[in-house]
């Protein structure tokens, strides 16, 4: 399912961290939105809902004024994630998981996954 690959590593923390693309960052949207929010408005997102060790994911008040949303909410090209537990799968041989191995992985582990490909 996984391919080839390194190593895995599993890791788990009391808050959510932000999980991200890397070099393969590009842009942060409203969701359906297609112009890219302003990204000194979202690092001072990040920087005020940050706590000293994780995020607290409050809803916050964006500029395209969809309401009722959270740093998590937000449409990240590349993807990327909040979450308080990490599977990372070291040079894989494959991209992305298939979508039915996605939905087996979620069903062992009671919750929903969000797929970040991460390039250093």
């Not at 979202?42 to 969809?66: A, H, N, Q």
Request: aromatic fraction near 10%.
């Amino acid at each position: 399912m996984l391919g080839e690959h390194d190593r895995i590593d599993v890791q788990s923390f009391d808050k959510p961290q932000f999980f991200h693309a890397m070099e393969n960052f590009e842009s942060v949207h409203c969701p359906g939105m297609s112009d890219p929010l302003d990204m000194e408005w979202w690092s001072d997102m990040m920087d005020k809902d940050f706590d000293g060790e994780g995020y607290l994911l409050r809803v916050i008040d964006t500029p395209c004024g969809i309401e009722a949303l959270t740093l998590n909410d937000l449409e990240y090209r590349s993807p990327a994630a909040f979450g308080v537990f990490a599977i990372e799968i070291v040079n894989p041989s494959i991209s992305f998981l298939t979508d039915a191995n996605q939905a087996n992985i979620e069903k062992v582990l009671g919750c929903a996954l969000r797929q970040v490909f991460a390039h250093i």
